[in-house]
């Protein structure tokens, strides 16, 4: 089964961002959250804050996306 990464909206505390990490990586969305507070504090908040607005942004939210089936018809010129 193919894997995607999606914003969780069972386990979210915000967005939902470290919990679709958590269910992507199979990894507890608190270590996630932990993890992510430490970067942050210690990379003095900005970047951190940055990364998950860009997150929250560009990770759709878990059952928002259709996956969508092309099919593509040959054209024909009418000359047998």
Known sequence: MK???YRSK?????AGVCGG???YLDV???????LWVVITVFSGGF???ILYIVAWVLIP???S???VEY???EETTGQD
Do not use: A, H, M
Not at 10 to 14: F, K, Q
Not at 28 to 34: E, F, M, Q, S, Y
């Open 10 to 14: 069972r386990d979210r505390i915000i």
């Open 47 to 49: 970047p951190g804050v």
């Open 61 to 63: 939210e878990e059952g």
């Open 71 to 73: 099919t593509v018809k």
């Open 65 to 67: 996306t259709v996956d």
């Open 21 to 23: 990490l958590g269910d």
């Open 28 to 34: 507890d969305p608190n270590v996630i959250r932990l």
């Open 3 to 5: 894997k995607t990464l």
